[in-house]
């Protein structure tokens, strides 16, 4: 397995359990507690790590939201609490969600070995919020909530890479996301507004976007040898099946 390959191969499993904390209902019951929307804490969440920027600025980190959007949220959270003080409880909440839900998974702590190799080997040039993420750390405690931060950071390390892949096609994020799975139903859940220009257009260019999204995620897979990309797109599979159905996965106990 080439390290595009294991990139391409570990996204499904990747998105999926590195952001499964942000929809939990303790994760809202916190944004709740904190006097903050779950959008309010979602971008606060996420873009907080960046520090006490301008809306603007975290716009320009996420990519993929409407910056209209970014600013209802961004700025609705500042009148509450500074922005790390939202990063730093989403950390906790992202963590508590992998105790909860990883430490049972029975090869957790090789999870957490191949996963720190991928991070660590990352290049973040050009990649602002994962370096600022990167920078948060994980915990000490529980190999799940380990794994979950660790999750969590390679998530946004692919999501800065298809970023830029997506500009370098030619695509804005809009049309990046018109022309993906998601279509309309994204382009609103992401606060862009209509009118939309047609995707048939659009899709070769996102293909190559996801191409090159491989490519660039591939140099940090390239930590690994070639079977132990394999191992962590099964080790991936494995936590997902097993998150989705209470026995644990025979694969996962091999």
């Given at each position: 397995m080439t390290p595009e390959q294991g990139a391409s191969a570990a996204k499904p499993g990747l998105l999926e359990l590195g952001g499964a904390f942000s929809e939990a209902p303790q994760t809202l019951r916190r944004a709740r507690r904190?006097?903050?929307?779950?959008?309010?804490?979602?971008?606060?969440?996420?873009?907080?790590?960046?520090?006490?920027?301008?809306?603007?600025?975290?716009?320009?980190?996420?990519?993929?939201?409407?910056?209209?959007?970014?600013?209802?949220?961004?700025?609705?959270?500042?009148?509450?609490?500074?922005?790390?003080?939202?990063?730093?409880?989403?950390?906790?909440?992202?963590?508590?969600?992998?105790?909860?839900?990883?430490?049972?998974?029975?090869?957790v702590a090789r999870l957490v070995e191949l996963l720190r190799r991928v991070v660590r080997a990352a290049d973040p040039a050009g990649m602002p919020l994962f370096a600022a993420w990167r920078a948060l750390g994980e915990p000490d405690d529980a190999p799940g909530a380990q794994a979950a931060a660790l999750l969590h950071q390679l998530r946004e390390y692919r999501g800065a890479a298809h970023l830029l892949a997506v500009r370098a096609s030619g695509l804005t994020p809009l049309e990046a996301i018109l022309a993906g799975p998601e279509g309309e139903a994204g382009a609103v859940a992401f606060g862009w507004q209509p009118p939309y220009p047609p995707a048939g257009p659009l899709i070769r260019r996102r293909l190559w976007a996801e191409a090159v999204t491989d490519r660039i995620t591939g140099s940090a897979f390239a930590a690994l040898?070639?079977?132990?990309?394999?191992?962590?797109?099964?080790?991936?599979?494995?936590?997902?099946?097993?998150?989705?159905?209470?026995?644990?996965?025979?694969?996962?106990r091999t």
């Open positions: 904190m006097g903050l929307s779950g959008w309010a804490f979602y971008v606060a969440g996420r873009g907080g790590a960046l520090g006490d920027v301008p809306a603007e600025t975290v716009a320009a980190a996420l990519g993929f939201i409407a910056p209209e959007a970014v600013a209802d949220g961004w700025d609705a959270a500042r009148q509450v609490t500074p922005p790390i003080e939202v990063a730093t409880t989403t950390l906790d909440e992202c963590c508590r969600w992998g105790a909860e839900h990883l430490d049972g998974f029975p090869r040898e070639p079977t132990e990309r394999a191992e962590l797109v099964g080790l991936l599979n494995c936590a997902v099946a097993g998150l989705r159905s209470a026995p644990t996965p025979a694969c996962a």
